[in-house]
C-alpha cells in the first residue's frame, strides 16, 4: 500500500457539497429574515 502524500487527494466531491451547502444556508437565513419581517409588519 503506497504512502498518502498530504495535499494530493482528490476533493471535488467535497468542494462542490460544501459550497452547496453554503448556498442553501445562505438562503434559509434570507427566507428566514423575510419571514420575521412579514410577521413584525403584520403583528403577529
Request: no cysteine; aromatic share 14%.
Amino acid at each position: 500500500m503506497a504512502e498518502h502524500e498530504p495535499g494530493t487527494m482528490n476533493i471535488t466531491t467535497q468542494e462542490r457539497t460544501f459550497a452547496g451547502f453554503v448556498r442553501f444556508m445562505t438562503w434559509a437565513v434570507i427566507v428566514a429574515l423575510v419571514f420575521l419581517v412579514f410577521l413584525a409588519l403584520a403583528g403577529a
